[in-house]
Nanobody, 128 residues
Framework: QSQLVESGGGQVQPGGSLSLSCTTS????????IGWFRQAPGKEREGGAC????????YYDDSVKGRFTSFRDNAKNTIWLQLTSMEPEDTAVYYC?????????????????????WGRGTQVTVSA
């Protein structure tokens, strides 16, 4: 059974940085694309940061491009999301999810089709 578990969330000041990790089990990570998404209360899920299976090609939503970086180590069954230059608008629950590789950009944009197994999320709060 595929499982993804996020960790590393917490509170950080504006302008600060945070590193999230997504630990996977129950499937061979090297064959799957992984997406990071976030959802704030009352808002739709957005902010995709996606990384492809074996070529490590990435796609980032405009809201996080240049500030967030995703990278992976298939041997460690882990994917990371590095968040920098954080803003209060980044406050949300952050989720990672797996998908069979396809058009990475199309998958990463709403409604995030193809991502069918999700973690439970980790809370990130940006405040002074």
């Amino acid at each position: 059974q595929s499982q993804l578990v996020e960790s590393g969330g917490g509170q950080v000041q504006p302008g600060g940085s945070l590193s999230l990790s997504c630990t996977t089990s129950g499937f061979s990570l090297e064959y799957y694309a992984i997406g990071w998404f976030r959802q704030a209360p009352g808002k739709e899920r957005e902010g995709g940061a996606c990384i492809n299976d074996r070529d490590n090609r990435t796609y980032y939503d405009d809201s996080v491009k240049g500030r967030f970086t995703s990278f992976r180590d298939n041997a460690k069954n882990t994917i990371w999301l590095q968040l920098t230059s954080m803003e209060p608008e980044d406050t949300a629950v952050y989720y990672c999810a797996e998908a069979t590789p396809d058009d990475l950009q199309a998958m990463c944009e709403p409604p995030q089709y193809g991502f069918d197994v999700w973690g439970r999320g980790t809370q990130v709060t940006v405040s002074a």
